[in-house]
């Protein structure tokens, strides 16, 4: 891991778009966090070959948001997730930020297979609409496979130990 620290850190034209975009709408938590956002300064930057850690120094005298104060957020105030598309990263490009203790605290960007590519300047921010799926769909959709797999297990351990106490 890579850690760019001690020193002026300013954040690259993706970050500060990825930023703006979670954050954007008139709620009280992304007003909050927004005016956050402008008034922080980041403290480090680490890069872990896959993606990266944007670690922000929020002032105290800054408001936090209210209500729940540990919260990650990585759609836009529609519900659309962040995503990005950099030439040479196929497996796309995803981005959470961290609230703790009622603040923004970082903000991850993360590939989904490939390494996290050097140049990031040239990308296009996506909004994307990812269905939810239910734990009832998943087990509808293999849970009958689970099922006679467990089955065929179940009579092959009875059949073995049927031949083992039977000599």
């Known amino acids: 891991m890579i850690k760019f620290m001690n020193q002026k ?3 690259t034209k993706l970050e500060e778009e990825v930023m703006n975009a979670l954050l954007e709408g008139n709620d009280q938590i992304r007003k909050t ?3 956050q956002w402008e008034n ?3 403290s480090e930057r680490e890069l872990s070959g896959v993606g990266f850690f944007l670690h922000f120094n929020v002032p105290e005298n800054i408001p936090k948001i209210k209500g ?3 919260i990650e957020i ?3 105030n529609k519900g659309l997730s962040i995503a990005a598309d950099i030439p040479k990263v196929d497996s796309g490009i995803g981005f959470v930020l961290f609230v703790r203790n009622g603040k923004i605290d970082w903000l991850e960007g993360f590939t989904y297979a490939d390494p996290w590519p050097e140049d990031t300047s040239n990308f296009k921010l996506e909004r994307i609409k990812i269905p939810k799926i239910s ?3 998943i087990f509808k959709e293999i849970g009958s496979g689970l ?3 467990l089955a065929a297990s179940i009579l092959l351990l009875a059949i073995f ?3 083992m106490f039977n000599d």
């Open 40 to 42: 922080s300064t980041i």
């Open 9 to 11: 850190i300013e954040p």
């Open 161 to 163: 130990l049927v031949y």
């Open 33 to 35: 966090l927004r005016f």
């Open 147 to 149: 099922i006679v797999g």
């Open 74 to 76: 990585s759609n836009d």
């Open 135 to 137: 734990n009832f769909q």
């Open 68 to 70: 729940k104060q540990d």
